[in-house]
């Protein structure tokens, strides 16, 4: 079932998809291993993107059956829903970039978790970034980016953060397929997260020490 899910989220069949979910969770599959499918599945599309295969149009109807996919799993996962928060979290994909998929998992595990999550969007300057911070002052901030070119906006981004005097009030964390840990270091960040529970574990330890 999960090479079939796979294989249906990569062709953008979306109503064959949702039934493939609907029947793997009536069946008693772990939710969030099901999302995982969905995540390797829309980094394909991602990489078929970048190779000329998929255009815009694919990448938007990808995160369209992403959206749809996440509400039906949402009452399936037994997250830190309690009424208070366990802390703030903005995230966007940096500019130049409009890669959601990857991002909107991270969103939904994290508000799934318990955070109060600010999605900012795609392609976002650093000065949006910087008011945005002032506006919501979380305690971390999420980098989104697919594509090797949001390495330097990334970078751009957390200068615009210091030079304005925000870089020591938050954590801030990267990710996307082609982030590391290397990454990480050259652009300035303090985590890297390599999936989105990594994303909901790296926010909790910032959350708490914040």
């Not at 039934?19 to 390797?40: H, I, Q, S, T, W």
Request: proline content about 3%.
């Amino acid at each position: 079932m999960q090479e079939k899910l796979m294989e249906l989220m990569v062709d953008l069949k979306e109503d064959e998809a949702l039934e493939v979910v609907k029947e793997m969770l009536d069946n008693g599959a772990d939710p969030l291993k099901v999302l995982e499918v969905c995540r390797k599945a829309v980094e394909v599309v991602g990489k078929r993107f970048e190779e000329g295969k998929y255009f815009i149009p694919d990448l938007l109807m990808s995160g369209e059956i992403l959206e749809s996919v996440s509400e039906i799993v949402k009452p399936h996962i037994s997250g830190d829903t309690e009424e208070k928060k366990c802390g703030k979290v903005l995230i966007g994909t940096v500019e130049g970039d409009i890669h959601d998929i990857g991002k909107n998992i991270v969103t939904f595990m994290l508000e799934v978790n318990g955070f109060d999550v600010l999605d900012i969007g795609v392609d976002v300057s650093p000065e949006v970034f910087v008011e945005k911070v002032k506006e919501f002052q979380p305690q971390v901030v999420g980098l989104c980016g697919l594509l090797t070119l949001a390495f330097d906006s990334m970078k751009n981004t957390i200068e615009a953060l210091t030079n304005t005097g925000l870089r020591d009030q938050v954590k801030i964390m990267i990710g996307g397929s082609p982030t590391d840990e290397k990454v990480a270091k050259y652009v300035g960040a303090d985590a890297y997260g390599k999936d989105a529970n990594a994303a909901v574990e790296l926010s909790r330890k910032r959350t708490a020490n914040a």
